[in-house]
């Protein structure tokens, strides 16, 4: 494959046996039918059902479809017969995510295409998972853009979705491009599958050694003394330095991610007149937000990792370790477990106030239990699971590289019509 640079209409990036310059056409110059498909409701759908359907969110972002909704339980031959997916069709999202588009394959049972979706047939001037490629290109999504119709759900019309214009390469460079991308594709998925199990045995060691079922020995292969159980407020002390007339940077608490700063998470500062009132955290001390999420029910706690002084809200309970010996990533590891949960469940007084935040009792909240392996045994826990950590960031960096590399593939494979 070689960079081009004629003067004539070539993507800036191409294989080598190919040469020639591409012409501009629409997209219905190689659609041979499309279709839309029926409407049903949820009363349609029924295990004993005879055909499936793909619907809006069956189409994944990279292209990919979903088989696995329950079937339709009644529906006329005639109706199956004219929608039908055969081998190849394109299945095309036309609400929401406009312009998603997957290549069906053979399945054991008939599929459709639901509403808001349409079956895209191609005639022997189109390679199917070219265009897959294709509608994932900022090119495509710009043209699509054009078409959406406005009104109480976005729709992009069958008849426009044929005025789509792109540069079209011959039959066999769209299959050598398309051959490409896949294996793009395949070493996404093979890393997200990698990534997946290692997060998945993640968890279920976390859960064998939060458990104890799961004990680590010193140097001489002698176990560590039992566990403790103490009060949370036994272990850890609250943070009560306000910011006042500093000049701190702000930063909130994204579940599933950790500390991140306002100007990040919102565009801007929004401490607004309570900045003075919000609470100086300093590094490895940790905060804990009650806000309730789809990943944590009953808040979550994180470990300020900045590497510096930070300023979070006063809502927030913040505390940190009382004895330096005590380690604070076994701490975070366990908090991450989800360990707190079944204490807060039980002193939260009820759902959450009208600002989103759980209402607990910061004396309770001190007066929850948590285990106290010494110390020695908390740093060969915390080590253990900070190398499972660096694995699972490699790979996922892995990941983002690999989809860096895809989308700048999309930018020069494809030219704008």
Partial sequence: MEAMTENKVIPQLRFREFDDSLNSVQFGKVVKSNIYGPRFNANDYNPLGNVKTIRGTDVSLDGELKYSQVPIAKIEDKVVENHRLLDGDLVMITTADCGLTGVYRKQSIDYIASAYAVKISLNNNGYPYFFKYFFQTNIAKREIKGFIRKATVANLPGSDILRIKLHLPTLPEQQKIATFLSSVDAKLQQLSKKKSLLADYKKGVMQKIFSQELRFKDANGNKYPDWEEKK???????????????????????????????????????????????????????????????????????????????????????????????????????????????????IISSSARMDGLLNINKKYFFELKICVPCSQEQQKIATFLSALDTKIEKVNTQINNTQAFKKGLLQQMFVAA
């Avoid at 991140?260 to 919000?278: L, R």
């Avoid at 990792?305 to 006063?314: D, E, H, L, S, Y």
């Fill in 232 to 346: 949370l407020g036994e272990v850890f002390s609250e943070i009560k330095d306000k910011v006042g007339k500093q000049k701190i940077e702000t930063y909130s608490i994204s579940a599933g991610i950790g500390f991140i700063s306002q100007k990040e998470k919102f565009g801007k500062d929004i401490s607004g007149n309570q900045n003075e009132k919000y609470i100086v955290l300093q590094p490895n001390e940790f905060s804990y937000n009650k806000g309730n999420s789809k990943k944590y029910k009953y808040g979550c706690v994180y470990l300020n990792r900045t590497g510096g002084q930070i300023a979070v809200p006063n809502v927030f309970i913040s505390f940190k370790v009382i004895d330096d010996s005590m380690n604070q990533v076994f701490y975070e590891k366990l908090f991450e477990f989800h360990y707190l949960d079944k204490g807060l469940r039980r």
